[in-house]
């Protein structure tokens, strides 16, 4: 079984400032890494994801994570973030094999004051 | 535009009474799931559709029922809806088994009285 751990529940953050989210995870087996984000009374939208290659995967809004095998983490960045990315953001992990089952971390709401 | 719709968007029921819950998409995806989320937790899968062929949660309990008539169409039946049952439920679909990115609906959000 996997299990996914976001470390915080809320992140403020100010206008144009950088923000990290962050991800860990648990599994046996190899694993897929996903982010997705939820605004509010919204379904969840892909922001990015992890399957194979390069390390660092890059989002079309500016945001990036990095897979890190050795310490299980997939870490959410963005080095300058808008009003407009204030949502809930969550972590999910999908093993190799499972038939795209996700499995999702608690969340983390990330809140962008002017 | 190809998307996963789901009605209603709001639905309130009584404690005990049937309800169903509805989810469509124009994807033509082979996958569709239903996922309960409770107010500020994870989304939690309750089960999928790969076709017509049902896969359970382990933990879904059995008031919790589903039916897939089409590629289309998917169903979540709650048998007889209790209080912790409220919740927002979300449909998914993905095009297939692996890594393929699961599309979401907008939601339902089920309120029982």
């Known amino acids: 079984a996997q299990s996914v751990t976001q470390l915080d529940s809320q992140v403020p953050v100010f206008e144009e400032a950088p923000v990290e989210l962050r991800c860990n995870y648990s599994?046996?087996?190899?694993?897929?890494l996903f982010w997705y984000v939820q605004y509010p009374n919204q379904g969840l939208q892909l922001l990015l994801k992890?399957?194979?290659?390069?390390?660092l995967v890059e989002s079309i809004n500016g945001f990036e994570a990095e897979f890190n095998k050795s310490q299980t983490s997939f870490h959410l960045r963005k080095p300058s973030v808008h009003i407009s990315d204030t949502a809930e953001y969550f972590c999910?992990?999908?093993?190799?094999?499972?038939?795209?089952?996700?499995?999702f971390g608690e969340g983390t709401q990330l809140t962008v004051n002017p | 535009d190809a998307m996963v719709i789901q009605n209603p968007r709001y639905q309130v029921t009584q404690f005990g009474k049937p309800v169903t819950l509805s989810c469509s998409q124009t994807?033509?995806?082979?996958?569709m799931y239903w996922y309960q989320q409770k107010s500020s937790q994870a989304p939690k899968l309750l089960f999928h559709y790969y076709d017509k062929d049902f896969n359970n949660e382990a933990d879904t309990p059995d008031n919790f029922q589903s039916r897939r008539p089409n590629t289309s169409f998917c169903f979540l039946d709650i048998r007889s809806p209790g209080l912790g049952d409220a919740a927002m439920y979300l449909c998914?679909?993905?095009?297939?088994?692996?890594?393929?990115?699961?599309?979401f609906g907008p939601g339902t959000r089920l309120t029982v009285t």
């Open positions: 998914a679909t993905s095009r297939d088994r692996g890594a393929y990115e699961q599309y």
């Open positions: 992890y399957l194979s290659g390069s390390t």
């Open positions: 994807l033509n995806h082979n996958v």
């Open positions: 599994s046996s087996v190899s694993v897929y």
């Open positions: 999910a992990v999908s093993a190799v094999g499972s038939g795209s089952r996700l499995t």
